[in-house]
């Protein structure tokens, strides 16, 4: 994360950086900054990312920015009272012809339903989020779909099916050196073993985690 943190200010400070890069690279600083702890400054940093994604007029980076400006708004204060920034979002993806756009989209409005116990709501949201990647495969946000849903899954007391899609989620994340998928995917998956009482299985998760 230091080393993400130096190499995006560095790249902002390069004078007549292209916009949509001087976004992207204040995303990057926003989230050293949240999973840092600190919270206030990193959502200023999401709102500045936001902003200079609007400016820089590119539909993908400012679906991305404004995706991720929600995300961590209802982190902070709740879905239902970011109803304004959903609809940004929505206004946003509308002008990205990209389907990983829209898959990311979907995905983080299924993780935001999931939370607030719209299960059925959420789930239809994690399908259209896969079935957006047939055609134009991601590996990462088919990990994170896998490992988001597990966790739906599992509220509703389907701890197969949850094992299941965790089980792949993981299995995606180790092959893509996706380091906080694979943390997130080893604690949840030694959770659901305990649950069906696979207790072996659930410490090995706990040591790979």
């Given at each position: 994360?230091?080393e993400?943190?130096?190499?995006?200010?560095?790249?902002?400070?390069?004078?007549?950086?292209?916009?949509?890069?001087?976004?992207?690279?204040?995303s990057?600083?926003?989230?050293?900054?949240?999973?840092?702890?600190e919270?206030?400054?990193?959502?200023?940093?999401?709102?500045?990312?936001?902003?200079?994604?609007?400016?820089?007029?590119d539909?993908?980076?400012?679906?991305?920015?404004?995706?991720?400006?929600?995300?961590?708004?209802?982190?902070?204060?709740?879905?239902?009272?970011?109803?304004?920034?959903?609809?940004?979002?929505?206004r946003?993806?509308?002008?990205?012809?990209?389907?990983q756009?829209?898959?990311?989209?979907?995905?983080?409005?299924?993780?935001?339903?999931?939370?607030?116990?719209?299960?059925?709501v959420?789930?239809?949201?994690f399908?259209?989020?896969?079935?957006?990647?047939?055609?134009?495969?991601n590996?990462?946000?088919?990990?994170?779909?896998?490992?988001?849903?597990?966790?739906?899954?599992?509220?509703?007391?389907?701890?197969?099916?949850?094992?299941?899609?965790?089980?792949?989620?993981?299995?995606?994340?180790?092959?893509?050196?996706?380091?906080?998928?694979r943390?997130?995917?080893?604690?949840?998956?030694?959770?659901?073993?305990?649950?069906?009482?696979?207790?072996k299985?659930a410490?090995?998760?706990?040591q790979?985690?």
């Amino acid at each position: 994360m230091d080393e993400a943190e130096t190499a995006a200010g560095g790249v902002l400070q390069t004078r007549g950086m292209a916009g949509p890069f001087e976004a992207r690279c204040t995303s990057v600083l926003a989230d050293c900054h949240w999973y840092r702890g600190e919270r206030d400054a990193a959502l200023e940093l999401y709102q500045l990312a936001a902003s200079r994604s609007d400016a820089a007029k590119d539909a993908s980076v400012a679906c991305r920015a404004h995706t991720q400006l929600l995300e961590r708004t209802c982190d902070r204060t709740g879905y239902d009272s970011s109803l304004p920034l959903a609809s940004i979002v929505r206004r946003a993806v509308t002008r990205s012809g990209d389907p990983q756009d829209h898959s990311l989209v979907h995905l983080a409005f299924g993780r935001l339903e999931g939370r607030v116990g719209r299960v059925a709501v959420a789930q239809r949201h994690f399908a259209l989020a896969r079935g957006l990647l047939t055609t134009d495969p991601n590996a990462y946000l088919s990990a994170a779909i896998d490992l988001d849903e597990s966790v739906v899954l599992w509220l509703t007391g389907d701890v197969a099916s949850a094992i299941d899609l965790a089980e792949r989620g993981a299995a995606i994340a180790f092959r893509i050196g996706w380091s906080r998928g694979r943390v997130a995917a080893g604690a949840n998956l030694a959770c659901l073993y305990v649950c069906s009482g696979r207790l072996k299985e659930a410490q090995e998760r706990i040591q790979q985690a």
